[in-house]
C-alpha cells in the first residue's frame, strides 16, 4: 500500500470562509483527485516564487518555501482576476466537485497538498490512487514523460473527464492513444490551460458561424505551437498538407519545437499561415476579420456605406479576454462536457492532436528544404522535445 496519511487538525489551511459556505451549501457531483503536486499541481498557488521556480518537477529538486499569504489570496498581482492557476486549488474551488485525494512522488509536496485541503487520500502511486477513489475527474499535472500513460489509465479506470497539462506528450503514437481512450469511451479531454479555454474564444467561433465575418477563408498565427495551439480551435477539417521553413536544431534547453514559418491546408480548402509576427490568432473571413491581439479581441466588419463598402472595426460582444485565465477554465470546459452542456471542451485532446501532427510535418518539411508533406504523417513514432521542465 502506497498511501500515506496525514492527520490535520482543524479546518483545512488556506480554505477562505466564503468557498467553506459554498462548500456547504452545494451538492457535489464530481469527485476529483490530481496527479502531479508540481508548479501546475499545486505550487503555483502555494509557493514563493523566483527565477529558479521549475526547478522543482522532478522528486531530486527542492521544493520552494509555501508562502502563507497565499493560502488564502491565490494570486500576487492585484487588480486582476485573482483567478487560481493551479489544477489543485482551482477544483477545489468549484461548488460540484469534491477534491478527494492527490498523487505525488515526494512526499514534502503531498504533505503540503494534504495539509493544505484537510485531505488523508495521498499516494504516492497515481495509479493506485485511481483504483481505490472512484474518481469522476482526474488532472494529469505530470512532466509530459508519464501523461500519455496515465491520461489513458484515468480512463479505463472510469474517468468520466480528464484535463492534462501542457504539452500533451512526446510522440503521436502517444496522442493517438490519449485521444482514441477518451473518444472509445466519450470522455471529455482538455489538454492545457492555455488561453482558448476562455469564453471569449467560444463568442469568437459564435460570430464567425453566425456570418459576422462572411465565410472563413484563412487563419493566421505566429507558429504552430502544440502548447498554444490557439488556431486549431477554428479549423473544422483536417491538415491536408504542410510546408516549412527555418527548422533549428535542438536546443540547450531540451527543446527541438518548432520556431520557423509555413502554411498548412484543411481538406476542406482553407489555408493556415504560420508567421512570425502574426497576431495570437487571426480571422480572415470574405466580409470581415477577427484577431486576438495579445489581450484583447479585434472584429473588423464589411459596413454599406454611400460609396459601396468599408472594413471598419466593430465594438467587441462580451465577454472580451481576460488575464489570467489559467486552469479554471480547462476544467470548467471538461465539467460543461460531463454534465452534457458543451459536446467538446475547447482545447480537446483532438485539437490539440491535430496542431501536434501539423507541427511535427512542418519540421519535417522544413528538413526537407520545403518539400510539401502530406497528412496523416505514417511514422508515428515521430514527435517533439521540450524544454528539460516539461
Known sequence: MKRREFVVAGTAAGVS???????????????????????TGILYDLAA??????????????????????????HDHPGEEGLPKSYSVALHGRPDVELVAGAERDP??????????????????????MKNERLDLVAVCTNAKGRSF???KAAEMGAKGIVAEKPMCHTLAEA??????????????SCGAITTTHPSFGKAK?????????????????????????????????IAWVV????????????????GQGMAMTRGGMAIHFRKGAPRVRLSGTKGEIWLEGYTWHLRSDLAVPAGTERVESPWPAPQFTNPYHAVYTIDDVV???????????????????????????????????????????????????????
Not at 493517438?176 to 479531454?189: E, G, T
Open 17 to 39: 470562509l466564503c468557498s467553506q459556505a459554498v462548500a456547504q451549501t452545494a451538492k457535489k457531483k464530481y469527485r476529483a483527485g490530481v496527479i502531479g503536486l508540481g508548479w
Open 49 to 74: 516564487r523566483g527565477g529558479d521556480k521549475f526547478n522543482v518537477d522532478d522528486v531530486n529538486r527542492p521544493t520552494p518555501p509555501i508562502d502563507n499569504t497565499r493560502r488564502v489570496y491565490f
Open 108 to 129: 514534502k509536496r503531498l504533505a503540503i497538498f494534504g495539509e493544505h485541503f484537510g485531505l488523508k487520500a495521498l499516494y504516492s502511486d497515481a495509479l493506485e490512487m
Open 150 to 152: 496515465l491520461t489513458v
Open 176 to 189: 493517438d492513444a490519449m485521444v482514441k481512450a477518451c473518444a472509445d469511451r466519450k470522455i471529455p479531454l
Open 206 to 238: 459564435e460570430l464567425v458561424r453566425s456570418g459576422a465575418i462572411g465565410e472563413l477563408i484563412s487563419i493566421e498565427a505566429p507558429g504552430p505551437s502544440a502548447q498554444h495551439q490557439n488556431w486549431a480551435y477554428f479549423v473544422d477539417s483536417e
Open 244 to 259: 516549412g521553413t527555418g527548422e533549428v536544431k535542438r536546443r540547450e534547453s531540451g527543446s527541438d519545437e518548432f520556431t
Open 336 to 390: 460543461a462536457c460531463m454534465d452534457g452542456r458543451m459536446d467538446e471542451p475547447k482545447n480537446s485532446g483532438r485539437r490539440v492532436a491535430l496542431a501536434f501532427e501539423t507541427e511535427i510535418a512542418l519540421k519535417e518539411s522544413a528538413k526537407r528544404n520545403g518539400t510539401r508533406i502530406d497528412l496523416p504523417l505514417q511514422d508515428r513514432s515521430l514527435g517533439l522535445n521540450y524544454d528539460w521542465f516539461r
